[in-house]
């Protein structure tokens, strides 16, 4: 199981305890120790040149209202539009970055998450590098620790606590009405006409071990790219809800689960029969997630189908 581990510098420490662990403005050269699987790393607070490729942790700088200098525009989700201007770099694809370019911004951090771990010794060549994950198994728990530590780094501490707090109100008010139900979800991935399920400790299983909607199989396959299953498979489980992200209409543009769900098998379901397959936004459960927006409206898109 993989845990963010954070570390702060004795500077670090000692400035929060004289703050009360408030927001402040930095003294220039103080560094945080960041631990993280991958290295631990010296990371400038407030740095000024950042590049992230980390969505969720994008959307939570922007919540934060933190600049950023450089991002991978050819995979933005659209509620990070605002990121294609002209006033942000690109630095390639998430899978392909364009070393060259970033090396020319000469950057004084760089955030990435999976899609780039492989390439984590060629970022940190370039400058400080700090590698970001979500453990599916402790969702909450990470997201926390990532959140609290671009706190940390870019002095907005308060405003950290004060937006973890919100989301943690709205968990509560989502299992209070899933701990009172009965009521069954299956979460399914299409894309290109076949179907995956993703059950309790997968990548979208926080919708089971947080958000409390009991699944309608508790034993399916913990994989990256899900359990494949037929349409027979949806009709045998026949979930209450059947919760629905479309990868086509993220990665190709093109919406068509919709198409490739509502079969006649399918529309034999509770979920069909009652109006209750969700189709759930991919820009935010399947392009990012983690972030604090992005983790705001996946409580809320859940929360709606119990309302």
Same mark, same amino acid.
């Given at each position: ?21 408030g ?32 969505? $969720? ?5 922007? +919540? ?5 200098? $450089?991002? *991978?525009?050819?995979?933005? *989700? ?6 294609? $201007? ?9 899978? &392909? ?33 700090i590698?970001?994950e979500?453990?599916?198994?402790n ?19 308060? +405003? ?57 199989d ?17 009709? &045998? ?15 190709n ?17 509770t ?10 936004? *991919? ?5 990012s ?17 119990f309302e």
């Open positions: 199981m993989k845990k963010l581990l954070l570390g702060l510098s004795i500077l670090a420490l000692m400035l929060m305890a004289a703050c009360g662990g927001e402040s403005e930095a003294t220039e050269g103080e560094t945080i120790e960041v631990e993280h699987s991958l290295d631990t790393v010296e990371v400038e607070k407030n740095p000024e040149k950042v590049v992230v490729f980390d969505f $969720g942790i994008l959307d939570t700088l922007k +919540q934060l209202d933190v600049d950023v200098t $450089g991002v *991978p525009k050819d995979s933005l *989700p659209s509620y990070l539009s605002e990121y294609e $201007g002209d006033d942000y770099e690109h630095v390639g694809g998430l899978k &392909e970055p364009d070393f060259e370019a970033i090396h020319a911004m000469d950057p004084d951090l760089i955030i990435i998450s999976g899609r780039q771990m492989d390439l984590y010794e060629d970022f940190k060549e370039i400058a400080p590098t590698f970001i979500i453990d599916a198994e969702y909450m728990d990470s997201f926390k620790q990532n959140t609290e530590l671009m706190g940390q780094i870019f002095d907005k501490q308060n +405003q950290v606590e004060e937006e973890l707090s919100e989301i943690e109100g709205l968990v509560e008010e989502l299992q209070a009405k899933t701990e009172s139900s009965d009521q069954t979800g299956l979460i399914t991935l299409a894309t290109g006409g076949k179907v995956s399920a993703y059950g309790p400790g997968s990548r979208f299983g926080i919708i089971h071990d947080v958000f409390g909607v009991k699944p309608a508790d034993s399916i396959e913990v994989a990256t790219h899900g359990q494949n299953i037929s349409f027979e498979f949806i009709v &045998e489980k026949d979930p209450d809800y059947l919760y629905v992200i479309d990868r086509d209409a993220v990665v543009n093109e919406e068509a689960a919709k198409e490739t769900i509502e079969n006649d098998l399918v529309k034999k379901t979920a069909y029969q009652n109006d209750q397959i969700v189709y759930l936004d *991919p820009n935010y459960w399947y392009l997630g983690g972030g604090l927006i992005s983790v705001k409206e996946m409580v809320n898109e859940i929360n709606q189908t």
